[in-house]
RNA sequence: GGUGACGUAGCCAAGUGGUAAGGCAGGGGCCUGCAAAGCCCUCAUUCGGCGGUUCGACUCCGCCCGUCACCUCCA
């Protein structure tokens, strides 16, 4: 039986126990990028949350079958190809690429499924005509559209009152005339220079929500777990997913939904307009770790707005070297034949509070604190009476186990010998230190710092490392 | 105008009725030839403000102040 864990669910604003439909198995969908441009960090903040649930459900024992989508149709592509002079399919697959690349920079795994708006161009089409079979659509000037008063439950995810919506400025923002301003388009017209598909709806391209729910259905049934996205996905596109597949199908489209809070960035809106505006890439370029990139954007739970701050960005570095540090003491300092320096009721005491932070709508900051007050167990631990062989393997399942989920330990370095001229000159230093010519030995202590090496001494020898 | 969230130390943040986890930064100390790493001590008599309920509230209720988000294509 897969451990229970618990959300809070979008849809009734309440903290609900996990079940899902079929047991053992989720199968969730999340809403992915738009791929006209590098993904920035605040959309990593929600795919990273999405990476941490995929996580911890694998870990609790579930089966996860996830779907993410890659948004290759939409206004921002369609202008981005036409600026440049290439096809929307030659656009996209560059940000495509350079997504994949991004993520696997930040260690995630991957989803089993990336499907694309263009690919499943049919299987939207089938989804309008259901709908129209229903009653929920009308056409005008060659687009289809839902009909929004065909639907009773609209508005059920967001509580948004469909009488009360504001008819203002950025009200029918669209070029498209409908007959109701909260109405909005399923199938959009071709127009001269874009991109349409000759169907029986016309020739036109989807509109921006019917792929969702094509796509989410098509991979993963009319009914499915988990929908995820960030909080300005509620409304209007979970909002108008929920009316298009519930209107095609009748049946409940999704069971739970979660939504990450956004990220600001230096307490203020994230906008290029700022300045504050950045991607993974421009992080990485300043030569940032991408270990402590990730480590921040999932230390602050993910229903929480995340102020991200260099100074913040700093702290998370320190954070996961102090994983890396006490990791390397531990495999550098020799096992203890008995004692109780550290118990191994302990750590398992460590692993029911991380993943109770987990299972906890995702806690990850729980998660954390619980995590560091393990390490300064183990290091109290190596300095009293050090660490039983038995007590270091249930610690390295632990480990393996945070890792699995959070993905932030970092790999173990280096190992002793693989580099014959860095032991060569340690060697010396160690002799030299031993006949107490110091100015020798901080010679070559300086020398291999300016390459990057940290030296420490410790009472079994002196053990190095690349700096983090 | 509508809807919703939030306000805990210099920063991040846990806690949601029983008297403030953890991390970063700072100060002092131990260890070290000196470092590095680590450890120890220290760092909120107090949880935006004012009332109320209660034996007891950061936690519940009311009001106020402040910050923020969404309201048709922004993760």
Redo the contacts with the bound molecule.
Sequence with gaps: MPREIRFLNTMT?RVEVFHPLETGHVRMYN????VYNF?????L???LFEDVLRRTLQAFGYRVTQVMNL?DI???TIKGAAAEGVSLREFTDRYIAAFFQDIDALRFQRAEHYPRATDFIPQQVELVEKLTERGHTYVQDGSTYFR?ATFRDYGKL?????D???A?A?????E?EKE??????LW?ASKPGEPSWETVLGAGRP???LECSAMAMALLGESFDIHT?????????HE?EIAQSEGATGRPFVHTWLH?????VE????AKSLGNFFTLRDLLERGHDPLAIRY?LI???Y?????F?F??L???A??V??IG??L??LAHTPPAASGEALVASEVDAFVEEFDG?LA?DL?T??A??????L??R???A??GGGITTDVRDRLAAAIAHVDGVLGIVPRSQSPAGSDAEIDALVAE?TAA?RS?D??R??EI?TELTERGI?????PHG?VWHRAG
């Design positions: 604003r809403c992915g990028p738009t993904v920035h960090i605040g959309n903040r929600t795919f948004t939409d206004d921002k929004i967001s509580g948004i009152d469909v009360q919506v504001r203002g950025r009200v029918d923002a669209d498209y109701d301003v909260r109405d909005f388009v959009k509109g921006w929500h996205g960030a909080v300005d996905n509620i409304f209007p596109h108008n990450a809070e956004h990220l600001i307490g203020q809106k994230m921040l230390s602050v739970p229903r929480q707005k995340l102020n701050t100074d913040g700093h702290a998370a320190a954070g070297e102090r540090n006490t390397r003491r932070g906890d806690n900051a729980r954390l604190g619980a995590l560091h007050t390490l300064t183990v290091n109290q190596l300095d230093r230190r107490r110091f100015a030995a901080d202590r940290v030296l420490e001494d410790t002196t």
